[in-house]
């Protein structure tokens, strides 16, 4: 089908996934700190600092909950990704700040699990998008049309993700490989 070239399912076992899963929410748990810092060096209020958290640490603990496996690494991915988002935010679109989206993606590649993954890509796009025609001063820190810009940057983190997503395949077929002549 036309989407033979994605690869189709996790190699992970629970316990590589688990301690994956466990950076990728260290690292989240990092950034409310740093995020906070960030916006009171930025000018924001504290009430306004701690506002923003909010939906960063719903996700994260909705990340440590009793879901499955899937549904926690995709909370603990779109918490990391909303920390891209409030970064950009805080310093006023600066376009600097927009490359931790690309650290996010490959952060979320090493899951290895294609389903969080496009989801996380999906995120990137429509944030832009809806947040840069709401208030575009706190996504571009520069004029032009902010559909455009979305589209370039859901662009280059499309061009980014092909890599995690060709070692994927490679890994899905040498793993294919192993079975047939293991089988």
């Not at 996934?17 to 409310?32: E, G, S």
Request: hydrophobic fraction near 55%.
């Amino acid at each position: 089908g036309p989407l033979a070239w994605l690869p189709r399912r996790p190699f992970l076992n629970e316990q590589d996934a688990a301690w994956r899963h466990r950076v990728v929410t260290v690292v989240v748990a990092c950034h409310l700190p740093a995020l906070v810092l960030c916006a009171l060096l930025t000018g924001h209020s504290l009430p306004h600092s701690l506002a923003e958290l909010v939906p960063v640490l719903t996700l994260l603990g909705a990340s440590l909950g009793p879901f499955g496996r899937r549904a926690r690494q995709l909370c603990a991915s779109l918490a990391l990704l909303t920390c891209s988002a409030l970064l950009v935010h805080l310093f006023h679109g600066q376009t600097e700040l927009h490359f931790h989206f690309f650290v996010a993606v490959a952060l979320i590649a090493l899951y290895q699990d294609w389903t969080v993954f496009a989801a996380a890509i999906a995120f990137v796009a429509p944030e832009h998008a809806l947040v840069g025609l709401a208030a575009q001063h706190e996504v571009y820190d520069h004029g032009g049309d902010p559909p455009a810009w979305a589209a370039l940057h859901a662009g280059c983190v499309l061009a980014e993700s092909a890599v995690p997503i060709m070692f994927g395949k490679a890994g899905e077929r040498a793993h294919a490989g192993v079975e047939a002549r293991d089988g």
